[in-house]
C-alpha cells in the first residue's frame, strides 16, 4: 500500500534537493528532445533537399545509350506506372554567335519535358522553364551573354542548329556551385537534340535518365531491380537517399558532435541526480532507520522512495518538454544560415517518446545506486552510529556495469559507429581515471598542508570532513570542466585556422597554366596585383633508392606518392609556413639538388631530413636530398606546395604559372573576360562563393559549439549543487560548533567560501591541464593545425569557474547559515 | 657455391638492365595519353613500344616524357628542357587538351607547327600523332581540330599518324570508365597503330644521320 503522506513529506522536507533533481532531470530531456528533433528535422529536410539535389528519386548516370536490358526494366515499369522518366544529355561544346563573331565552349544541358522532377530552375524573367525552353530556344546563363556579346533574343549555332535565347538562368536544382565549369551552362530542349547533330560515336555525353517514383517506399526495390538489369558497373544507378552528398556528411558530422556532446551533458545531469538522491536519502537515515526498528521492510521503503524518485522524474520530464517547445523558437535563429529557411524545426513526437524512454533509463540508472544502498541503512543507526554503508558490493558493480553499458548502446544508437563509440568511452574513462589521479594528488598535498590562516586550515579540514565529497566533486567537475575547456579551446583554434584565414584580402580567383612567357603581359591584362607560383609537374619514382610502387601506392588510403605531383621552386617560406625540422628551408653547404618538404607528405611515406627522393620531371630523373620540412600555420584557401626546390634546380625544366589573385565581386566577370580572351590556354577558378560560404558557416558552427556546451556548464552546475547538498548535515553541525565557539557568521561564510574556492581552484587547475594537452594532441594530430593556448581565454574560464563554484557552494549554503544553534542543539536532543 | 658468387650471379640474372649501348634515344612527348594515366608505367605506350622495338631487333631507347593534362602551349614551353635527353626521334602527341577545353584551334594549330619547327631546328626526326575531337562539340570545330595534323605534317614534311587512337577511341571495352584513356589493351593496339611509324622514323634518321657523315 502506497502511503501518499509519506511521499509528500519527504518532497516538502527536502525542497532544495528534489528542486536539483527535477532541474537534472529537465535538462536531460531537453537535451534528448532537442537534438533529437533537430536531427529529424534536419535529416527529413536533407532528404528532401536531395531529391532537389538530383531532380529525381533515382539518377541513372551512364557514358553511352542505355543497354536494352536496363530500357525493357523502365519501359515496364513505366507502363504498369510505377515510374515515370526524363533524360537528360550533358555535353560540352563550342558554340558559336549566330553574327559570326565569337565562340564560346559551354556545358550543354539537353533536356526531356518532367525535368527537373524535384526543385525549380529559377529564370532571370521569373517565368516558368517548362514554359520558356520550347524547341527552338534555349535558355542560357549570363556569362555566356557577356562573353559573347548577345542578350536574350539573339541566336546562337550550336552544332547544325541555329536556337533562340529564351532567357537566363539564375539556379538550377541538380548543380549547386560548380567550381570547375569550363563553361557556361546552356539548356536545351530535347525535341531539338537531333538537329544539333552532335551525338552519335566518337561523343564525349554524360546520359542521365532521371526517375520519379510514384510510390516512395518501392524506391530502393525499383533502384535494385535497375542495378540488376544493368550489370557490368559500366551504368551507375544512385538514389536521392544514397548518393554522396556533401551536404548530408557536413550535418553528418555536425549531429555527430551535437550527440557526443548531448550524451555528456546526460552523463553530467545523471551525476547531479545520483548525488541529491544520495544527499535526501542521507538525510532521511534516521526516519529510515525508525521504520526499519518499526517493522517496514526495504522493499516497501525501497518502493517509497523510489515513488519518489519517479514523481520528481516526471515533473522534471514536464519541465523539460515544455522546455523544449520553447527552445524550438530559438533553434532557427540559431541555425539559420546552416540549414535552409525552409526547414521547420519541430519537437517531433518520436522524439519525445525516445526522450521519455531514455530519460527515464537514465533516471533509473543513477538513482539504482542510492536507492539499493538504502538496504544498508541498519535500525541502530537511531543511536547516532554513523557506520560508512558499504557501496560497493556484487550488486553495485553490477549496476554500474550496467550504466556503463546502457550509455555505450545509447553512444552506438546516437552515433552508429562502434569505433567512434569506444573511442568516445575509452576517451571519457581516461579522462576521468585522470581526473581520479590528480585529484588524489591535490587532496594529499592539501591535506599535508599547515596554512597560518585559521579560516583556510577550516576550509581544508572541511575538505576531509567525515562523509565529505571532496573526491568526487574535484573528480566530476574537472572531468566535466576538461570536457568544457577542451571544447572552448578547440573551436578558438579551429575558429582562427579557418575564419581568421579567409581575411578580407585573401585569394579568390585562381588562374592556371599561364605560361611563362605571358606572366608580363598576364599581369597587365589582370591589373590588379597578385601572387605568382611556378609549377613543374613530377612525379615521385623513388626515396633513398628505392623504387616507389604506385600499384601499392594506390591501395593506401588518403593521399599518396603516386599521383603526379606540383613541384615549385622559391627561396624563402610563405606568410603560412613555419619549418618544423631543419635550420633553414636550403642549406649552403650542400652541393646537390634539395628539395624542402610539407609535413603532410610524411603521412604518405616515412621521410626526415637527409633523405633523398627521385622525382621523374618529364622524362628527367631529378634526385634531390631533403633539406628541411614545413608545415602550414593556417587551414585557409591559399596556395601550398608539397615539394619545394631552390630555383636553380627547376627553374629551367617546363613549368606553368599559377595565379592566385583577389578581386571583388565586380570585378571578376570582367577580368575573367579579358584573360581568357587573350590567353585561351589560360583557366579560371573562382572560389568567391566557397570561400565566403565556408566562413559563414564556420561562424554559425561555433555558435552552435557555445549554444551546446551551455547545456553540459548547467549540468556541471546542478552538479557542484547536489555534492554540497550531500555534505549538508555535516556543514550544519560545523557551522553550529563554530558558533557555540564564538564566531561570526563572517568567518563561517569565509571557511565555506574558501573550501569551496579550493574545491574550484583544484578541479579548474586539473581542467586546464587536461584541456592544454587534449587540445594539443586533438589540433596537431587529428586537423593537422597549428595549436595556440589561448592563455587569456582559458584564465577567464578558470576565473569563471571559481566565480560559479564559489556562488553555487554560498547559495545552497545560506540556509545553514541562517540556522540558530539553539534550534539545531534542541532539535539534536530531541532525537 | 661461394656466397658472393651465388649473390652476383643473382644480381646478375634478375637485374633489368637498361638499354645498354641504345642505338637511339625516341622521347615519346604528348599528355595523358602518352604518360599513361590510370594504367601502369610498364602499360603505357611508350614502354610496350620500347619492347616492340627491341623484339624486333630494334636497341632503341623510349622515354616517356607524357604529362596528363598538358596542352599545346605547355608542350611547346618544355622544348629546351626535353632536348636534355638528347632525343633522336620525337613522337609528338599533343592537342587533346586544347580540344577538350575549347581552345581556339588556330592557337593549337601554331602551338604545333612551331613545336615540329623547333625539334627540326635540332634535328630531331619527328612523328606526328593526329589526334580527333569528340563530336560534341561541333562540327566546325572537329573539322578546324582534325585538319591541324595533317596541314602541319604537309608544311612540314613529317611523317604523320593518321590517328594516334585509332581502333581505341570509342570502344568501351579498350578504354577506362572516363571513355577517353585506353586500358592496357587499349595502349597495345596503340602500340601497334605507332610502331611502323616510328620504324620508318628511325629509318630516316638513319638515312639522314648517314648522309650527314658522309658530306
Request: glycine residues 8%; contains cysteine; proline residues 4%.
Amino acid at each position: 500500500m502506497v502511503n501518499l503522506r509519506f511521499i509528500g513529506r519527504q518532497i516538502t522536507g527536502a525542497k532544495r534537493q528534489c528542486a536539483v533533481f527535477v532541474l537534472g532531470v529537465a535538462l536531460s530531456m531537453v537535451t534528448l528532445v532537442s537534438l533529437g528533433s533537430f536531427s529529424r528535422s534536419v535529416n527529413a529536410s536533407l532528404l528532401r533537399d536531395a531529391q532537389a539535389l538530383h531532380a529525381a528519386d533515382v539518377v541513372i548516370h551512364a557514358r553511352a545509350p542505355l543497354p536494352a536490358g536496363v530500357e525493357g526494366r523502365l519501359a515496364e515499369l513505366r507502363n504498369s506506372g510505377a515510374l515515370k522518366t526524363a533524360r537528360c544529355y550533358d555535353f560540352y561544346s563550342v558554340v558559336r554567335s549566330f553574327k559570326g563573331e565569337g565562340s564560346l565552349l559551354s556545358d550543354l544541358k539537353v533536356v526531356e519535358p518532367g525535368y527537373p522532377f524535384y526543385g525549380e530552375v529559377l529564370l532571370a524573367s521569373g517565368r516558368p522553364f517548362v514554359k520558356v525552353l520550347t524547341p527552338g530556344n534555349v535558355v542560357v546563363e549570363k556569362t555566356l551573354l557577356d562573353r559573347l556579346g548577345l542578350k536574350v533574343g539573339d541566336r546562337l549555332r550550336i552544332g547544325d542548329a541555329t536556337l533562340a535565347i529564351g532567357d537566363v538562368v539564375l539556379e538550377e536544382p541538380d548543380r549547386p556551385v560548380n567550381f570547375f565549369a569550363l563553361g557556361p551552362r546552356i539548356f536545351v530542349a530535347a525535341r531539338d537534340l537531333d538537329s544539333l547533330g552532335l551525338l552519335g560515336m566518337g561523343s564525349r555525353v554524360e546520359y542521365l535518365t532521371l526517375i520519379k517514383i510514384s510510390q516512395p517506399r518501392e524506391l530502393e526495390p525499383i533502384a535494385s531491380q535497375l542495378r540488376a538489369a544493368a550489370g557490368d558497373g559500366r551504368l551507375r544507378v544512385e538514389t536521392y537517399k544514397n548518393a554522396d552528398s556533401r551536404v548530408k556528411k557536413f550535418f553528418d558530422n555536425l549531429l555527430f558532435f551535437l550527440n557526443l556532446s548531448g550524451i555528456f551533458t546526460l552523463v553530467l545531469a545523471g551525476f547531479a541526480i545520483q548525488s541529491t538522491l544520495f544527499s535526501l536519502l542521507d538525510e532521511q537515515e534516521r526516519t529510515i532507520a525508525v521504520m526499519k526498528a518499526v517493522g517496514a521492510r526495504s522493499r516497501f521503503i525501497i518502493g517509497h522512495f523510489l515513488a519518489v524518485t519517479l514523481l520528481l522524474g516526471a515533473v522534471g520530464s514536464c519541465l523539460g518538454l515544455f522546455a523544449s517547445l520553447g527552445l524550438q523558437g530559438f533553434l532557427p535563429a540559431l541555425f539559420r544560415g546552416l540549414i535552409p529557411a525552409r526547414v521547420s524545426l519541430a519537437v517531433s513526437g518520436a522524439a519525445v517518446a525516445e526522450a521519455a524512454l531514455i530519460g527515464f533509463l537514465v533516471i533509473f540508472l543513477f538513482t539504482a545506486l542510492p536507492l539499493y544502498r538504502l538496504k544498508e541503512v541498519k535500525p541502530r543507526a537511531i543511536f547516532g552510529k554513523d557506520e560508512a554503508a558499504r557501496l560497493w558490493d556484487r550488486s553495485t558493480v553490477f549496476i554500474a556495469l550496467l550504466g556503463c553499458s546502457f550509455f555505450l548502446a545509447l553512444v552506438l544508437l546516437r552515433l552508429n559507429d562502434l569505433k567512434a563509440g569506444l573511442y568516445f568511452l575509452l576517451a571519457l574513462a581516461s579522462l576521468i581515471a585522470l581526473a581520479c589521479l590528480a585529484a588524489e594528488i591535490a587532496l594529499r598535498l592539501l591535506r599535508g598542508s599547515q596554512p597560518k590562516s585559521l579560516a583556510l586550515r577550516q576550509a581544508v579540514k572541511g575538505l576531509f570532513r567525515p562523509r565529505n565529497a571532496s573526491r568526487t566533486i574535484i573528480v566530476t567537475l574537472s572531468a566535466a570542466l576538461a570536457v568544457i575547456f577542451t571544447i572552448t579551446v578547440l573551436e578558438r583554434n579551429l575558429d582562427s585556422s579557418f575564419v581568421e584565414s579567409f581575411p578580407p584580402d585573401a585569394p579568390n580567383v585562381f588562374f592556371i597554366d599561364i605560361q611563362p612567357g605571358q606572366r608580363a603581359e598576364f599581369a597587365k591584362v589582370l591589373g590588379v596585383p597578385a601572387q605568382y607560383f611556378p609549377i613543374v609537374r613530377g612525379t615521385v619514382s623513388a626515396v633513398n633508392g628505392e623504387p616507389v610502387d604506385p600499384e601499392k601506392e594506390r591501395r593506401s588510403r588518403g593521399d599518396n606518392l603516386s599521383r603526379e605531383f606540383n613541384l615549385t621552386y622559391r627561396s624563402g617560406l610563405l606568410p603560412d609556413e613555419r619549418l618544423t625540422e631543419g635550420a633553414g628551408l636550403f642549406r649552403k653547404d650542400w652541393g646537390e639538388p634539395q628539395v624542402s618538404v610539407l609535413d603532410t607528405v610524411l603521412k604518405m611515406h616515412a621521410l626526415s631530413v637527409g633523405d633523398r627522393v627521385t622525382f621523374q620531371v618529364q622524362g628527367l630523373p631529378v634526385t634531390a636530398r631533403i633539406s628541411s620540412i614545413r608545415t602550414r600555420t593556417t587551414g585557409g584557401l591559399a596556395p601550398y606546395f608539397y615539394f619545394v626546390f631552390p630555383s636553380a634546380v627547376l627553374a629551367d625544366a617546363p613549368q606553368t604559372i599559377f595565379c592566385a589573385a583577389r578581386l571583388n565581386r565586380a570585378q571578376i566577370g570582367g577580368a575573367q573576360t579579358r584573360v581568357v580572351s587573350r590567353f585561351p590556354n589560360v583557366s579560371v577558378i573562382d572560389l568567391t562563393e566557397a570561400a565566403s560560404l565556408i566562413g559563414r558557416i564556420m561562424g554559425r558552427l561555433s555558435v552552435i559549439v557555445r549554444f551546446f556546451t551551455f547545456f553540459s556548464i548547467v549540468a556541471g552546475i546542478l552538479m557542484v549543487a547536489g555534492a554540497v547538498f550531500a555534505t549538508r548535515y555535516a556543514r550544519l553541525q560545523e557551522s553550529v560548533y563554530f558558533a557555540i565557539l564564538g564566531a561570526r557568521r563572517r568567518f563561517v561564510l569565509t571557511v565555506f567560501a574558501v573550501e569551496n574556492l579550493l574545491l574550484a581552484a583544484v578541479s579548474g587547475v586539473i581542467a586546464l591541464a587536461v584541456s592544454q594537452l587534449a587540445g594539443l594532441i586533438i589540433c596537431r594530430r587529428v586537423f593537422s593545425l597549428e595549436y595556440r593556448p589561448y592563455p587569456a581565454e582559458c584564465l577567464l574560464m578558470f576565473a569563471a569557474t571559481l566565480f560559479l563554484v564559489v556562488g553555487v557552494g554560498l547559495g545552497a549554503s545560506f540556509s545553514i547559515l541562517r540556522l540558530r544553534p539553539a534550534a539545531f542543539l534542541r532539535e539534536r536532543a530531541d532525537e | 657455391m661461394n656466397k658472393a658468387l651465388l649473390t652476383l650471379i643473382t644480381l646478375l640474372l634478375t637485374s633489368t638492365p637498361a638499354l645498354a649501348e641504345a642505338e637511339g634515344t625516341i622521347v615519346a612527348m604528348g599528355d595523358s595519353l602518352t604518360a599513361g594515366l590510370g594504367v601502369p608505367a610498364r602499360d603505357a605506350y611508350p614502354a610496350q613500344l620500347e619492347r616492340k622495338l627491341k623484339e624486333a631487333g630494334y636497341r632503341w631507347q623510349v622515354i616517356n616524357a607524357g604529362i596528363s593534362g598538358e596542352t599545346t602551349s605547355g608542350a611547346l614551353s618544355r622544348i629546351d628542357w626535353l632536348m636534355r635527353l638528347k632525343p633522336d626521334v620525337v613522337i609528338l602527341e599533343t592537342g587533346a587538351n586544347d580540344g577538350l577545353r575549347g581552345v581556339d584551334t588556330r592557337l593549337t594549330r601554331s602551338n604545333v607547327d612551331r613545336i615540329v619547327g623547333k625539334l627540326q631546328e635540332r634535328g630531331v626526326t619527328v612523328v606526328l600523332a593526329g589526334m580527333q575531337m569528340v563530336k560534341n562539340l561541333g562540327p566546325g570545330y572537329v573539322a578546324d581540330f582534325t585538319d591541324i595534323y595533317p596541314s602541319v605534317a604537309k608544311k612540314r614534311h613529317l611523317i604523320l599518324i593518321p590517328f594516334f587512337l585509332a581502333k581505341v577511341a570509342g570502344v568501351p571495352s579498350l578504354n577506362q570508365a572516363d571513355g577517353i584513356h585506353p586500358r592496357a589493351e587499349g595502349y597495345r593496339i596503340v602500340t601497334d597503330t605507332v610502331y611502323p611509324y616510328v620504324v620508318q622514323a628511325i629509318e630516316r634518321h638513319k638515312k639522314n644521320t648517314a648522309h650527314t657523315a658522309t658530306r
